[in-house]
């Protein structure tokens, strides 16, 4: 029987969408990024594993996207794992199996920082399927619009010591003003020498009609994130390293879907970010 996940709330949902792009990507064996544990949430959850016909606009214009940015961020997470980010924190990490699936440096202590009904239906899952942890993990259960700093503190996290903090699939659903404080709030936790990675693209027609086919709610989660992610970093005193999802994709042997690419034809811009932290500053 399905389990109940009437507790997780719209925005909550929107992970088990990544996770389905998560697992037809891992059913098509041979991509650059694979995740066996994707289509345990969703049959946990009830969840069909194959698109509906409504979705499958959606599934064209995100999996490409998801799949790239899933193999970057893997291959980011674990080099700054193993060149002194030993704290890792994956925010806002819905049906993310990394700290499962990735083979992590002995010794990383991983946090994950979402909302609880989240992480209890996560931990519930893996519980039950019995699969192995590959670090140690802190579950940190929050709303990100509060003060989350002190939970993440409770669990462990040190200031002094350099981390990586993923933003992965997050930003396109907070408004400019609510991504500033998010990135104010984790610069202020991290000491020189820290890693920050997140995904951004600038939402277009495209993707606004794949949403409205499934839900126009599911389209109002859209909302602007920071408009330029070099300068934005930059201001919060990271040196960033911003780079097109195509390119990336191409690094990769993949194409994406043209609402991911600049120029006149396509929809906009579509980035995968990386910074450090250079000195501790004032946000
Ligand atoms: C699209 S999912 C992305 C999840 C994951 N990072 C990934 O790429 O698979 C967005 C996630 O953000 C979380 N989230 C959104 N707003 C939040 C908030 N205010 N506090 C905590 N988590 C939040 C949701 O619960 C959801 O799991």
């Known amino acids: 029987m399905a389990m109940d996940v009437s ?10 969408a990544v996770a389905a792009l998560r697992a037809a990507e891992h059913r098509e064996a041979g991509g650059p990024f694979t995740d066996p544990y994707a289509e345990f949430f969703l049959e946990a959850a009830g969840m069909p594993l194959e698109p509906h016909p409504d979705g499958r606009d959606f599934a064209a214009v995100m999996r490409p996207q998801a799949v790239v940015r899933g193999r970057y961020f893997d291959d980011l997470l674990l080099s700054a794992a193993a060149t002194g980010c030993g704290q890792v924190v994956l925010v806002a990490s819905g049906m993310d199996s990394r700290p499962w699936r990735l083979a992590w440096p002995e010794g990383t202590v991983l946090f994950e920082v979402e909302q609880e009904p989240v992480l209890r239906f996560k931990d519930r899952v893996m519980g039950e399927r019995q699969v192995q942890l590959a ?9 990100l619009r509060d003060d989350w700093a002190p ?5 462990g996290f040190r200031v002094d010591r350099p981390s990586v903090w993923l933003v992965e699939g997050l930003l396109y659903a907070l408004d400019e003003s609510a991504s500033d404080r998010l990135l104010a709030g984790l610069s202020g936790l991290s000491a020189p020498g820290s890693v920050l990675a997140f995904d951004h693209f600038e939402v277009g027609p495209s993707l606004r009609a794949a949403t409205d086919r499934i839900s126009p709610g599911l389209t109002r989660l859209w909302k602007s994130g920071p408009a330029d992610p070099a300068a934005w970093l930059h201001r919060h005193g990271w040196e960033p390293a911003v780079r097109e999802l195509a390119d990336v994709a191409a690094s990769f042997g993949r194409t994406v879907h043209p609402a991911h690419m600049p120029g006149p034809q396509a929809d906009g811009h579509s980035w995968l970010a990386s910074a450090t932290r250079t000195a501790a500053v004032a946000n």
């Not at 507790?7 to 088990?16: K, L, N, V, W």
């Not at 670090?135 to 709303?143: A, N």
């Open 7 to 16: 507790g997780i709330d719209a925005i909550g949902r929107t992970a088990f």
């Open 151 to 155: 939970a993440l503190c409770e669990a």
């Open 135 to 143: 670090c140690s993990r802190r579950p940190v259960g929050v709303d």
